[in-house]
Every structure is written in structure tokens, then in C-alpha cells.
């Protein structure tokens, strides 16, 4: 049992590490790209662990030229 709780927390600990690691990359690309992103884009990437949208967000943000075109569904 208690290698199965350690394997989940280990696992659970590597999904929020990359889903930190992606947020950045993507406010890196918004800053390269010029946008500024608002207090509250920068709470809701900071906080954001879901890494589809993340991707999703990170695929718009290549050729976006708005947050807009980057966050709104």
C-alpha cells in the first residue's frame, strides 16, 4: 500500500511540474511576442494544471496578436 500512495504523490507531483514548466513557456512566448498578459491571465495560467489547455493556449499564442486570440473560447 504504501508504495502505491508513494507512486501516486510522486506521479501527482511530476503532472503539477510540468504543467508549472508548460505555464512558463507560455508566458515566455506571450512576453516574446509582445502581448502583456493581465494580472488576472497570469493568476489563471500560474494556476492552470490542465495540460491540454495549456497546449491549446500555447498553440494559439504562436500566431496570436491578442489575449483574446490566446485565452477566450
Known amino acids: 500500500m504504501y508504495a502505491t500512495i508513494r507512486e501516486q504523490l510522486y506521479a501527482e507531483g511530476w503532472a503539477i511540474g510540468r504543467a508549472k514548466g508548460m505555464a ?14 493581465t494580472d488576472e491571465l497570469h493568476e489563471r495560467l500560474a494556476g492552470c494544471q490542465d495540460e ?13 496578436t491578442s489575449l483574446a486570440e490566446i485565452f477566450d473560447d
Open 24 to 37: 512558463s513557456m507560455l508566458e515566455l512566448l506571450i512576453d516574446m511576442r509582445g502581448i502583456s498578459l
Open 52 to 64: 491540454n489547455l495549456l497546449l491549446l493556449w500555447f498553440d494559439r499564442a504562436v500566431t496570436a
